[in-house]
């Protein structure tokens, strides 16, 4: 039993029915649930190829070859027939070099992998598109114009987009051959499978895998370009940083299993308590970050007390013995950003507010100087 089904089995929130926070891409071959039978077939053939192959069922073995009978990532699967292919096994080395590959989220190798044979695909299909274009004198300004953008560029995005014009404007050369029309169409196929895992890919790396939440480096990007467009937004950004109090002694008391439970509650009922342009972050440890956009100094410290407020009301029962967790609380920091401020003194500045409100006795919020 995993940490987290164990303390569902034990654990319970009083405060009503929960609604799912909007879908944060967190849903990965790793995780999926499947049918018991479905799910008994997989393991007998996940071992009948371990006993094939001389491996041993270890959790790191089967974990990989569970996925590879499931069948769920193409990409996982060619790698691992590569290598047995050309080695007979998987070593240790190789399996935990997947692993990570494959079931870490954030991983920036997996990112960098799906840019480079996107790109690959794409040179491909410029490579037909300059033979076609040999045949039937088909150089012209617009052509030219794109293919020398398309070797400037190191944006994967762009390249994409300037890929596709190529394949726009040239499409009425592609039907003279039948065969490469269906090489076209496949290439296109194989393309947005690699544009939607570079996607999936990308919005992992942004995610904190315990709270669901945006995680530390997707807050500062968002944060930077809130700062680039702070001008044209008619009453500027908001920033809330917020910090369970005495959290150690939750920990200290009650175990990490609870003080993780905690903290995925409490980011789910301040997901509730938000707008869809809003941005919430677990900003580290204990600590959550929430942007408001369009929102003035007073409209923001309204929302900070309205979360406040209803956090302190949440409890946490043993779903046994029914008994509840003591109360938990946090304090709040309130700022708006200024025109010209820096990343880094809007922060300080919502902080020192943080810690005004940790020294006045916690469970309340402080707007920044």
Known sequence: MSAEDYFDSRYQV?????????????????????????????????????????????????TLFYNYIAGKNTRLNKEVDQIIQQEGALDREDAILLFRRFFSAGGENLIDDIRVELVTMIAQVIGSLVDIAGETSLVNTRIATHID???????????????????????????????????????????????????????????DSLTGLYN??????????????????????????????????????????????VLSEFGKHIGK?????????????????????DTRITSAFTV????????????????????????????????????GESHEALIARCDKALYRAKRLGRNRSVIAD
């Not at 190529?166 to 393309?191: D, Y």
């Open 216 to 261: 530390r480096r997707a807050f500062d990007r968002r944060l930077n370009d809130l700062m680039e467009q702070a001008g044209g937004l008619e009453n500027g950004f908001s920033l809330l940083l917020l910090d369970i109090d005495r959290f150690k002694h939750i920990n200290d008391r009650h175990g990490h299993m609870v003080g993780d439970k």
């Open 149 to 207: 953008r398309l070797a400037e560029t190191k944006n994967p995005s762009e390249v994409v987009s300037t890929a596709t014009a190529i394949i726009t404007e040239t499409r009425q050369f592609v039907t003279r051959s039948r065969q490469l029309e269906s090489e076209f169409m496949s290439s296109a196929e194989e393309m947005d499978k690699l544009k939607k895992e570079l996607s999936n890919a990308k919005r992992e790396a942004a995610i």
């Open 14 to 62: 009083s405060q009503g029915d929960e609604n799912p926070l909007p879908e944060t891409g967190m849903d990965s071959i790793m995780f999926d649930v499947e049918a018991v039978e479905q799910a008994s077939e997989y393991l007998r053939q996940a071992l009948n190829l371990l006993g094939k192959l001389s491996m041993a069922p270890s959790p790191l073995y089967y």
């Open 304 to 339: 900070a007390e309205n979360i406040r407020t209803t956090l302190e009301r949440v409890r946490l029962r043993r779903s046994r013995s029914k008994e509840a967790l003591e109360a938990i609380t946090v304090s709040i920091g309130v700022a708006s950003h200024r025109t």
């Open 273 to 293: 308590l938000t707008r869809r342009s809003d941005f919430l972050a677990r900003y580290g440890g204990e600590e959550f970050a929430l942007i408001l956009p």
